[in-house]
């Protein structure tokens, strides 16, 4: 699986959203319909799956699918 | 020595009158009802008497405690009250309460650990009864947040409301009760859920009075992400503790403080939302007061029947965490 695609299948989960929404230039508020506790639990949700810790002020960057999948990528 | 069962008697609540809806909330801070229950599931919570103090709450909670165990206020040996608003600093809202019911042959002390409280609580009663201490102790969670609260803080002032949970614990039936109890702290993310002013650190001056610091302050987010990681996980241990899997939860009673956390953990543990007791919408989070009226109220809808088990899971200020697994023995 690609990054994009374990981004995109946890936010579905997270945001009980179609998977063929969810595409790179999402944004996770607008776009999918995540407030502020949802985007707390998504990134608890990633940093789970990749095994990593995303400092605050990190997370706080992470608008679109694409940030997601940079960030996780590195 | 032979294995001594500790477990609930007897229980009772008690909740203000004054009911403040969300829609009350509007007229008094920038904030609506869709904000609300979308964030928290709450829709109202009850506000104390100007009146009623913290121990107030809790004496009307512990006579209907002591009432429903059939046990007069004489024979308690301990009363221990978990409260994050006391009546005073000291003397302690247990020794009021001791006071107020007669419990003349009793100890009496107040326990902080936040929204955990009530759960600290009673696993400090179940110590007292196994070994063979004390026959009976009433344990009480109530708060009147409402004093400490700042009704400017849309961020706060919505989450939180009064209430009083009383038990009396005591021997049971071999097998029942108390079954495992899972207790943990980190104090590292202390100031995350803090009354700043009012101690020895920052006592109470006009500038702390001016400053709000005697207020509730909380980083929501990240108590947020505190409660969503340690409530299943907690509840997880105490039932693994326990020797029991999932499947042999018959009801989860969570503390409330938000429905998305409550959510979030029951998916976590894989239990289905129609084994997890929920009451937020009607009273806000009662810190230590919120699990001990959820089981009162989830007993009055008939969810507990003797030999139900069930699992009590709560994290709270400190930062603190504790769940109980227990076999309902009434």
Not at chain 2, 203 to 210: F, I, K, L, N, R
Request: aromatic share 6%; glycine share 8%.
């Amino acid at each position: 699986m690609t990054t994009f695609e374990k981004v995109r299948d946890i936010t579905v989960e997270q945001l009980s959203v179609d998977a063929d929404e969810v595409k790179m230039e999402s944004t996770f508020i607008d776009d999918l319909g995540a407030d502020s506790l949802d985007i707390v639990e998504l990134i608890m949700a990633f940093e789970e799956e990749f095994n990593v810790e995303i400092p605050d002020e990190v997370a706080e960057k992470i608008r679109t699918v694409k940030d997601a999948v940079e960030l996780l990528d590195k | 020595m032979e294995k001594i069962f500790a477990g609930i008697l007897g229980m009772g609540h008690y909740l203000p009158d004054k009911v403040l809806t969300n829609y009350d909330l509007e007229k008094m801070v920038d904030t609506n009802n869709d904000w609300i229950v979308e964030r928290t599931g709450i829709k109202s919570r009850h506000i104390a008497a100007p009146e009623q103090a913290t121990s107030d709450l809790a004496f009307i909670a512990a006579e209907r405690a002591l009432k429903d165990a059939g046990i007069d206020g004489k024979d308690i040996e301990c009363v221990i009250v978990a409260t994050e608003s006391p009546d005073t600093k000291f003397p302690s809202t247990a020794c009021l309460l001791q006071d107020k019911i007669g419990a003349k042959n009793a100890a009496a002390f107040d326990l902080s650990a936040g929204c955990s409280g009530f759960v600290y609580a009673l696993a400090v009663a179940n110590t007292m009864i196994v070994s063979g201490l004390y026959k009976h102790i009433l344990v009480v969670g109530a708060e009147t947040l409402s004093r400490i609260m700042n009704w400017q803080d849309r961020n706060t002032c919505v989450l939180f409301g009064d209430g009083a949970g009383a038990a009396v614990v005591g021997q049971v039936e071999d097998g029942y009760g108390i079954l495992s109890i899972d207790m943990g702290a980190d104090g590292s993310g202390g100031q995350f859920l803090s009354q700043p002013a009012g101690g020895s650190r920052k006592p109470a001056s006009h500038e702390t009075v001016d400053a709000g610091e005697h207020f509730i302050h909380m980083d929501g987010s990240e108590v947020f992400k505190f409660a969503v990681k340690i409530m299943g996980r907690t509840a997880e241990n105490a039932m693994k503790k326990a020797g029991l899997n999932t499947e042999e939860i018959d009801l989860l009673i969570p503390h409330q403080a938000n429905i998305r956390i409550i959510n979030s953990a029951a998916k976590r543990l894989g239990i289905s939302m129609d084994k997890v007791f929920v009451n937020v919408d009607k009273y806000g989070n009662t810190s230590a007061a919120s699990i001990p009226i959820a089981i009162c109220e989830a007993r009055e809808q008939g969810l507990l029947e003797k030999g139900k088990t069930v699992i009590l899971a709560g994290f709270g200020a400190g930062l603190t965490w504790a769940s109980i697994a227990l076999k309902w023995s009434k």
